[in-house]
């Protein structure tokens, strides 16, 4: 009986060290998923306020192409392009704003990963669309705001 003890506890030892070892890769492995999950919310959140901080310029620069427009009389369809862009790039900044969710599918790791890169990408796109509207208004406002 003694020597049926040693090797049952020595057993019962292994079994927890092998336990003990699979929960911490499986903790390691939620660790790092999440930490995936957090540096894409804040990839966004970057995003999305360097684009707020450009909001009032777009606007700016909209209604300085109107007033130009308007008051020298230009019937020219590149500005009336530009004048477009600009508006729907604002549109599209608030609109992915008014649909994103921040905690949308945080129970489910994968298809929260998978929303969380869609709207990256998708705020990537409305981000390379500010832009471009405000470096053509800056072009063509150019010879208009120089003194």
Not at 116 to 124: C, F, H, K, R, S
């Amino acid at each position: 009986m003694h020597r049926f003890i040693p090797h049952t506890l020595a057993y019962v030892c292994i079994v927890m060290l092998i336990a003990s070892c699979h929960s911490h890769n499986q903790q390691s492995a939620q660790t790092s998923q999440q930490d995936s999950l957090q540096a894409l919310e804040n990839q966004i959140l970057h995003v999305h306020d360097s684009l707020m901080g450009k909001i009032g310029d777009l606007r700016r620069a909209s209604a300085t192409m109107q007033h130009l427009r308007d008051s020298l009389h230009l019937q020219n369809a590149v500005w009336d392009r530009i004048i477009n862009q600009l508006s729907l790039a604002d549109s599209a900044m608030f609109n992915w704003m008014g649909q994103f969710d921040i905690d949308k599918d945080t129970a489910q790791p994968d298809l929260r990963k998978q929303y969380l890169i869609t709207q990256l990408q998708y705020v990537e796109q409305v981000k390379d669309s500010m832009y471009r509207a405000l470096d053509s208004a800056q072009i063509l406002l150019k010879p208009y705001t120089e003194r």
